[in-house]
């Protein structure tokens, strides 16, 4: 990898994390305001729900980014684990690309112009 490439990619996993964790603080505030103006007032934000179902998806994919990068994601490995190196990274290998096209059929399936 490049310098330049290395940077941006350093700095886009610490991004990405510090904006989940930001994101988690205000949905927090943003429940929290809810429910006390529910209890003392007697009346919703009305937005708290949508915005905080909003948000948690944010924070989801906002994580993937540094879990990639810590190697973190879940696997199952029974077969995998069971397999010599080389058959293993033929296989993931088949994996991926598999993946890529089922990713680009469903991308091809579900455009709409």
């Known amino acids: 990898m490049t310098g330049i490439l290395r940077t941006f990619v350093k700095y886009f996993y610490l991004v990405s994390r510090v904006s989940g ?16 103006s529910r209890a003392t007032l007697g009346k919703s934000t009305l937005i708290a729900t949508e915005l905080s179902g909003y948000i948690l998806v ?40 598999l993946g890529a096209i089922l990713m680009a059929w469903l991308t091809w399936a579900t455009w709409e112009p």
Do not use: C, N, W
């Open 21 to 36: 964790q930001v994101l988690i603080l205000f949905m927090t505030l943003l429940i929290t305001v809810d429910v006390l």
């Open 58 to 97: 944010a924070v989801v994919f906002l994580g993937l980014a540094y879990t990639l990068k810590m190697g973190r994601h879940i696997s199952v490995e029974i077969i995998t684990s069971r397999l010599p190196e080389r058959k293993r990274m033929q296989l993931e290998i088949a994996i991926y690309i």
